[in-house]
């Protein structure tokens, strides 16, 4: 616990299996935010994000990144992250799906 809030993390113990205990808070300097409003897809969303300002934790971070959201079935959502400036490796795995709406979906996406 000392070390998690030392970081700047909070600390939450909980019950729920495979539940983190040591996490960013909301205003946290790390990571992404959304940059704009997201944009509905023909297969989901896609949201811009943007690195935040704190020095990095992991190193050599791309700024921005897209979020691309895809319902493939109602019980599947697929989502990928990808640089829109440079083209990098991704693994050749095709997976489609008959695509369904939000509203058939047995799970909810919340930005």
Not at 26 to 38: I, K, L, V, W
């Amino acid at each position: 616990r000392e070390a998690c809030e030392a970081r700047g993390c909070t600390w939450c113990s909980s019950d729920v299996p495979n539940a983190p205990w040591c996490f960013f808070p909301e205003n946290s300097p790390y990571g992404y935010a959304r940059s704009g409003n997201a944009q509905q897809t023909g297969k989901g969303w896609r949201v811009t994000l943007t690195k935040r300002q704190a020095l990095s934790l992991f190193g050599s971070d791309i700024s921005p990144i897209v979020l691309e959201v895809e319902f493939q079935t109602k019980d599947r959502l697929r989502f990928r992250l990808y640089d829109p400036n440079a083209q990098r490796f991704e693994v050749p795995l095709k997976i489609s799906g008959p695509g369904v709406t939000a509203e058939e979906a047995n799970y909810e996406v919340e930005f």
